[in-house]
């Protein structure tokens, strides 16, 4: 390797970094889904906190939901992180609501985390790991990195297994403080435990994807395909044109 070669090797490294920071970046919503996600739950706990009022805190955490939708709506901006975090708030205040139990309010989510933590065990044993179904669409690979890109796949089951197992150990502290402790103390801990374990798993799927090899652009080979079907059409058509123009006359006066 030259002197040359290497600066064009780290700005690729760079650009590749940036792609996948930017791709984390929308497809778990940034600083502002985080924002989303917390602000519901810390407002319930907040509330019981202080009147003990199920009613009240329900009320308040599903309304500063639906205010996150309108908010993103009157800016014109993807809902689906915030329309996410209303399902989630509708879902706790209907169990919290039917049980009259306030720490039901957590169940759903709870129930949630667990059931994605096994998802993306489970999908990685099976040979599809979850992020990749995630992400590949976000980096227009779609599912190229499954058959053409095994270097790729494997930082997808690394991220996958990261993802599952950082889910799981959030559970393993969730569940016991559910039939053990007070709704104060599992929303507390629960609020506590919403942001850091994401950016653990955020941070190690930045780390494994910057290190794998470039996605493949599903996409823009589809488009360059294309073109090249365009142009070897329009050669063809360039071609026999005036040949075919110049038969008639030629049998015309043959004949």
Same mark, same amino acid.
């Given at each position: 390797?030259?002197?040359?070669?290497?600066?064009?090797?780290?700005?690729?490294?760079?650009?590749? =970094?940036?792609?996948?920071?930017?791709?984390?970046?929308? !497809? *778990?919503? &940034? %600083?502002? $889904?985080?924002?989303?996600? +917390? /602000?519901?739950?810390?407002?319930?706990?907040?509330?019981?906190?202080?009147?003990?009022?199920?009613?009240?805190?329900?009320?308040?955490?599903?309304?500063?939901?639906?205010?996150?939708?309108?908010? =993103?709506?009157?800016?014109?901006?993807?809902?689906?992180? !915030? *329309?996410? &975090? %209303?399902? $989630?708030?509708?879902?706790? +205040? /209907?169990?919290?609501?039917?049980?009259?139990?306030?720490?039901?309010?957590?169940?759903?989510?709870?129930?949630?985390?667990?059931?994605?933590?096994?998802?993306?065990?489970?999908?990685?044993?099976?040979?599809?790991?979850?992020?990749?179904?995630?992400?590949?669409?976000?980096?227009?690979?779609?599912?190229?990195?499954?058959?053409?890109?095994?270097?790729?796949?494997?930082?997808?089951?690394?991220?996958?297994?990261?993802?599952?197992?950082?889910?799981?150990?959030?559970?393993?502290?969730?569940?016991?403080?559910?039939?053990?402790?007070?709704?104060?103390?599992?929303?507390?801990?629960?609020?506590?435990?919403?942001?850091?374990?994401?950016?653990?798993?955020?941070?190690?799927?930045?780390?494994?994807?910057?290190?794998?090899?470039?996605?493949?652009?599903?996409?823009?080979?589809?488009?360059?395909?294309?073109?090249?079907?365009?142009?070897?059409?329009?050669?063809?058509?360039?071609?026999?044109?005036?040949?075919?123009?110049?038969?008639?006359?030629?049998?015309?006066?043959?004949?």
């Amino acid at each position: 390797m030259t002197s040359l070669d290497k600066p064009t090797e780290d700005t690729q490294q760079d650009d590749a =970094r940036a792609v996948t920071e930017a791709a984390l970046f929308e !497809a *778990f919503g &940034g %600083v502002r $889904g985080m924002v989303e996600t +917390v /602000v519901p739950g810390l407002l319930f706990v907040t509330i019981y906190t202080i009147n003990k009022d199920l009613h009240m805190s329900a009320i308040a955490a599903l309304a500063v939901s639906l205010v996150l939708v309108v908010v =993103r709506l009157a800016m014109k901006d993807t809902v689906k992180h !915030a *329309f996410s &975090g %209303v399902f $989630g708030v509708a879902f706790g +205040v /209907v169990f919290a609501m039917m049980t009259g139990n306030a720490k039901d309010f957590y169940l759903p989510g709870m129930l949630y985390t667990l059931g994605l933590s096994m998802a993306y065990i489970i999908t990685t044993l099976c040979g599809v790991p979850l992020l990749g179904l995630i992400l590949g669409p976000v980096f227009k690979e779609n599912l190229s990195w499954r058959t053409r890109n095994p270097g790729r796949k494997k930082a997808y089951a690394k991220a996958s297994y990261a993802w599952g197992l950082i889910l799981l150990a959030k559970c393993a502290i969730l569940f016991p403080l559910y039939w053990w402790a007070d709704t104060t103390q599992l929303g507390w801990v629960l609020i506590a435990l919403k942001i850091p374990p994401f950016l653990l798993a955020v941070w190690l799927t930045w780390v494994f994807l910057a290190k794998a090899p470039a996605p493949i652009d599903v996409f823009a080979e589809m488009e360059a395909e294309e073109k090249a079907a365009e142009l070897k059409a329009a050669e063809l058509k360039g071609s026999t044109g005036p040949e075919s123009a110049d038969a008639g006359p030629r049998h015309r006066r043959e004949g």
